[in-house]
């Protein structure tokens, strides 16, 4: 057989595996506890991960946080969120830029932006963030932000949009410290909205 078809196997079977483990993310129910995390960390962690990336495709990656800021969270998913969301920033850069990260907090709430300086979102597309499959990209699953969606709301939190054409993207996560304790049920029981 010609090899260069079992290079399509292989990155096709890869491809497979990566929409396979979103789905099991969506569907199975896993038994998880919330813990004190320290999200200046993680941030720490996702950005270092992602470093070599970011290099060769001429992105600077700018973190605006405190020392470090505790809120009860499932670690792994949590992280998993701002790996989705950053990838998504470095993706609408194609030439390269800036991504700011800003953890912030009030009395009732944590806030985590990814701003980035990249090609935008319609508002007509802005409304199908989120839906099953809905990508732009030629290598893209569209299953990104279906499980950040999900993960963000079994932690009492929201996500929104506000973006510019050719301008850039700011994409808010807002999660409650009240409901923090109550996140814990739904992360047990995985509810599906
Ligand atoms: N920061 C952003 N700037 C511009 N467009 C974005 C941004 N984030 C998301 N999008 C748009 O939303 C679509 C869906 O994003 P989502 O993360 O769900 O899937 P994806 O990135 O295409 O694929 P993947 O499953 O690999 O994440 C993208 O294809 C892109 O068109
Ligand atoms: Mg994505």
Redesign the pocket.
Known sequence: MNPQYYEIMASELERIE??SN?MLVLAKPQAKSLESVDMVKVLKNVVFLLDSQALFLNIEVKLEVAESLMHDCVESEMKQVFI??L???F??MPRGGEVTIRLKETAESVYVE?E?Q????SPE?IK???KPF????E??????????NKIIKNHNGSLD?E?ELNK??V?RIKLEKQNAASAEVKLAANVME
Do not use: C, P, R
């Open positions: 990566l929409i979103e989705n969301l990838k998504n920033a993706e609408a990814f980035d990249g090609v935008g979102i597309k199908e963030l989120g809905f990508t732009t990209k290598q893209g699953t569209g299953l990104g932000l279906l499980v950040t949009y973006s850039g993207t994409a």
